[in-house]
């Protein structure tokens, strides 16, 4: 009830605004004007006209940000108002326009506690100075003109009587002291001041975006992610969020937390909330209502099943993009007929004299080194970019700090890698980064991924992760109409993505599948959010989403060659 309030309200003052402007053009009252004209002189009378025509436009504007919750829309709404009740009655006892202007006035102030979405901080300068500046640019066009065309006004229009004449037009709303007598002379006013129209329109649309995304993170919130992934943390996702490329959302007890990026005006965050199960609704709720004031949709990226209640309750949509394989090392085993492809490509890379070497960190500069001529080599033979925000990329501090399984050569050089990083409480181990030489042998992933799979079991583990297959497991009997077209991708455009060849190649270990979804605000922000998701994993630029979609097809299309 009170979004519909809201949104009623804001197109009640965008009326106000029209009505402003019709009123102070159209109407006329000779008797209330003559009373008037006994107190005031008539330069205020005229000024307090303008005033009602400037006050309807920004009226007429504020009205989308009244429609957003916008505090500081609010606020010039109830100056607007005020300005505009005030010039009615000063410029002829319009009573009958103020008392429109002030009951939607001491509307606004009953719904004043409605209004808590923040515009950026540093919009409001930035609007001045745009404006200012488009104002100049209008009078300086608007000098020029007139003394250029001053044949077409019938008059002859000196530098200083242009000025006079601009800003007469620009500062004042009334026609020159000459009316137009051609065609061109009439098209020049028209410019004028529809010019004037389109500055104020986009100096008041500065005043309202959204509060804009500066990731400044401090020491202090990384040392507390780390203590509290340290204690909460399960998913497979979860070291992600200690790399710089996100922000952080603490809930308001400081014990869970949501690691997110801001892609426009949609915050995407990593996984579900890392905390105490018990006020996982709670954070998420928080996080909501921290976008809503930022004026930001919040987006959950690769969520899990468990926490689906948790985002319905808080009001959000779901959808399913896929399914993470997880190898079960409690039964895993390259015996029996249904590894045969699996042990058949390990047999054929130990032939060749590769073998799995594991180090542990430090890792030392002479071994990183390495790795960066294998994962720049990778990059380079598939015209690619690394991907970002929910996989990590090659960089020496993280990567130093990591363990890394390599694959080393019948030459005795490493030939590929992947770095192993931390589960904290999880039960399932996980790898990051994967890459190998474009000369290596096939069976080489098989090789590192079987050796993974017996290192995570010593250490304890039930489960090693092989990441997410996208659109997998989709379309289901009783699936939405979102699933079954995101299903329709995973069938008919595989010539894009092999979303099918990367299935294949993770079924061949026989794991179990867990379902993956995407939590959104509403249906009609699907789109948008998608497209945010896209622009994270690229670096937040869709060219790199398209060099990482090549790079990834390539690497992802035949595993057994990598």
Same mark, same amino acid.
């Given at each position: 009830?009170?979004?519909?309030?809201?949104?009623?309200?804001?197109?009640?003052?965008?009326?106000?605004?029209?009505?402003?402007?019709?009123?102070?053009?159209?109407?006329?009252?000779?008797?209330?004007?003559?009373?008037?004209?006994?107190?005031?002189?008539?330069?205020?009378?005229?000024?307090?006209?303008?005033?009602?025509?400037?006050?309807?436009?920004?009226?007429?504007?504020?009205?989308?940000?009244?429609?957003?919750?916008?505090?500081?829309?609010? $606020?010039?709404?109830?100056?607007?108002?005020?300005?505009?009740?005030?010039?009615?009655?000063?410029?002829?006892?319009?009573?009958?326009?103020?008392?429109?202007?002030?009951?939607?006035?001491?509307?606004?102030?009953?719904?004043?506690?409605?209004?808590?979405? @923040?515009?950026?901080? @540093?919009?409001? +300068?930035?609007?001045?100075?745009?404006?200012?500046?488009?104002?100049?640019?209008?009078?300086?066009?608007?000098?020029?003109?007139?003394?250029?065309?001053?044949?077409?006004?019938?008059?002859?229009?000196?530098?200083?009587?242009?000025?006079? !004449?601009?800003?007469?037009?620009?500062?004042?709303?009334?026609?020159?002291?000459?009316?137009?007598?051609?065609?061109?002379?009439?098209?020049?006013?028209?410019?004028?001041?529809?010019?004037?129209?389109?500055?104020?329109?986009?100096?008041?649309?500065?005043?309202?975006?959204?509060?804009?995304?500066?990731?400044?993170?401090?020491?202090?919130?990384?040392?507390?992610? #780390?203590?509290?992934?340290?204690?909460?943390?399960?998913? *497979?996702?979860?070291?992600?969020?200690?790399? /710089?490329?996100?922000?952080?959302?603490?809930?308001?007890?400081?014990?869970?937390?949501?690691?997110? *990026?801001?892609?426009?005006?949609?915050?995407?965050?990593?996984?579900?909330?890392?905390?105490?199960?018990?006020? @996982?609704?709670?954070?998420?709720?928080?996080? #909501?209502?921290?976008?809503?004031?930022?004026?930001?949709?919040?987006? &959950?990226?690769?969520?899990? !099943?468990?926490?689906?209640?948790?985002?319905?309750?808080?009001?959000?949509?779901?959808?399913?993009?896929?399914?993470?394989?997880?190898?079960?090392?409690?039964?895993?085993?390259?015996?029996?007929?249904?590894?045969?492809?699996? #042990?058949?490509?390990?047999?054929?890379?130990?032939?060749?004299?590769?073998?799995?070497?594991?180090?542990?960190?430090?890792?030392?500069?002479?071994? %990183?080194?390495?790795?960066?001529?294998?994962?720049?080599?990778?990059?380079?033979?598939?015209?690619?970019?690394?991907?970002?925000?929910?996989?990590?990329?090659?960089?020496?501090?993280?990567?130093?700090?990591?363990?890394?399984?390599?694959?080393?050569?019948?030459?005795?050089?490493?030939?590929? $890698?992947?770095?192993?990083?931390?589960?904290?409480?999880?039960?399932?181990?996980?790898?990051?980064?994967?890459?190998?030489?474009?000369?290596?042998?096939?069976?080489?992933?098989?090789? %590192?991924?079987?050796?993974?799979?017996?290192?995570?079991?010593?250490?304890?583990?039930?489960?090693?992760?092989?990441?997410?297959?996208?659109?997998? +497991?989709?379309?289901?009997?009783?699936?939405?109409?979102?699933?079954?077209?995101?299903?329709? %991708?995973?069938?008919?455009?595989?010539?894009?993505?092999? &979303?099918?060849?990367?299935?294949? &190649?993770?079924?061949? &270990?026989?794991?179990?599948?867990?379902?993956?979804?995407?939590?959104? /605000? @509403?249906?009609?922000?699907? /789109?948008?959010?998608?497209?945010?998701?896209?622009?994270?994993?690229?670096?937040?630029?869709?060219? +790199?989403?398209?060099?990482?979609?090549?790079?990834?097809?390539?690497?992802?299309?035949?595993?057994?060659?990598?």
């Amino acid at each position: 009830m009170e979004k519909f309030l809201t949104y009623l309200v804001a197109v009640g003052v965008a009326g106000a605004g029209l009505f402003n402007i019709l009123y102070s053009w159209l109407s006329h009252h000779p008797g209330r004007y003559l009373v008037v004209q006994e107190y005031l002189p008539l330069g205020v009378i005229r000024s307090t006209w303008l005033l009602s025509i400037f006050t309807g436009l920004t009226l007429l504007f504020l009205g989308w940000g009244l429609a957003k919750r916008k505090r500081r829309a609010w $606020f010039f709404a109830l100056v607007a108002l005020a300005l505009a009740a005030g010039a009615h009655l000063t410029r002829g006892l319009d009573y009958d326009a103020a008392f429109v202007n002030l009951a939607l006035l001491v509307v606004l102030l009953l719904l004043r506690h409605s209004y808590t979405v @923040a515009s950026d901080p @540093a919009s409001l +300068g930035r609007s001045l100075l745009v404006s200012g500046t488009l104002f100049l640019t209008l009078y300086v066009y608007g000098l020029f003109g007139f003394y250029l065309l001053d044949r077409h006004f019938g008059a002859r229009f000196d530098l200083t009587a242009s000025a006079r !004449e601009a800003g007469r037009v620009l500062f004042t709303g009334s026609y020159p002291s000459r009316f137009p007598r051609t065609h061109r002379g009439r098209w020049f006013l028209d410019s004028l001041w529809f010019g004037e129209i389109l500055a104020l329109g986009y100096g008041t649309g500065l005043v309202f975006q959204p509060v804009l995304y500066r990731r400044r993170v401090r020491p202090e919130e990384v040392r507390r992610a #780390r203590e509290i992934l340290n204690r909460w943390g399960c998913s *497979t996702l979860a070291f992600l969020l200690l790399l /710089p490329d996100k922000s952080y959302f603490f809930s308001s007890s400081g014990h869970s937390v949501i690691g997110y *990026t801001v892609v426009g005006n949609i915050a995407v965050a990593l996984g579900d909330p890392v905390g105490p199960p018990a006020e @996982a609704q709670e954070v998420i709720e928080e996080f #909501r209502d921290f976008c809503h004031r930022h004026d930001w949709y919040p987006v &959950f990226f690769q969520v899990t !099943e468990e926490f689906l209640p948790y985002y319905a309750q808080a009001g959000l949509e779901k959808l399913k993009i896929g399914e993470e394989a997880i190898i079960d090392l409690a039964t895993f085993s390259l015996e029996g007929g249904a590894m045969k492809a699996v #042990r058949q490509a390990v047999r054929r890379a130990e032939r060749q004299g590769c073998r799995v070497e594991f180090h542990q960190p430090p890792l030392d500069e002479a071994l %990183l080194k390495r790795l960066k001529v294998i994962s720049d080599a990778w990059l380079k033979s598939q015209h690619g970019t690394e991907k970002r925000f929910a996989l990590g990329w090659f960089d020496y501090h993280y990567l130093r700090n990591c363990p890394v399984a390599t694959v080393v050569g019948a030459a005795g050089k490493e030939i590929a $890698f992947a770095n192993i990083v931390p589960v904290y409480q999880g039960r399932v181990g996980t790898i990051d980064l994967m890459r190998r030489l474009p000369e290596a042998p096939n069976g080489t992933m098989e090789l %590192l991924f079987v050796a993974l799979a017996e290192y995570f079991r010593e250490q304890g583990m039930q489960g090693f992760s092989l990441g997410l297959a996208p659109l997998a +497991g989709l379309g289901g009997p009783g699936a939405p109409l979102s699933e079954k077209t995101a299903h329709l %991708l995973y069938e008919h455009f595989n010539v894009f993505y092999s &979303f099918k060849g990367l299935r294949q &190649f993770k079924e061949k &270990f026989h794991p179990y599948w867990e379902p993956r979804y995407l939590i959104y /605000p @509403a249906p009609w922000l699907l /789109p948008k959010a998608a497209l945010a998701v896209v622009r994270a994993n690229s670096g937040g630029s869709l060219r +790199g989403y398209w060099q990482a979609l090549k790079l990834a097809r390539h690497q992802e299309k035949k595993p057994s060659k990598t």
